[in-house]
């Protein structure tokens, strides 16, 4: 498979992400705010809103990289970062 091919499926991967990092971002600014603000919480919140606006520049970034150079595989590996901190915010949810 070429790079393009991977980057249309990663593109696809993160906007299916992009749902769910969105809910779960509100969910945790509303939570900051109900707890009045607490820093700890507070900071959760911003690892949480992070996820959506990641999840929409990677992809931005990956094809603005593959459009300069064509064949190469950054932009490829640009697109599974996004999926990579996802992994991460459910393993810290797991075991917190």
Do not use: C, Q
Not at 25 to 49: H, I, M, Q
Not at 56 to 81: C, F, S, T
């Amino acid at each position: 498979m070429n790079s393009r091919t991977w980057l249309w499926l990663g593109t696809v991967l993160n906007a299916i992400v992009f749902l769910p990092a969105a809910a779960m971002a509100y969910n945790a600014v509303a939570l900051a705010t109900a707890t009045g603000g607490s820093g700890v919480v507070v900071a959760v919140a911003f690892l949480f809103v992070a996820l959506p606006i990641f999840s929409l520049l990677a992809p931005y970034a990956a094809w603005r990289l593959h459009g300069k150079r064509i064949e190469d595989r950054n932009a490829v590996i640009m697109m599974i970062a996004p999926l990579v901190y996802a992994a991460f915010l459910i393993l810290f949810l797991l075991l917190n």
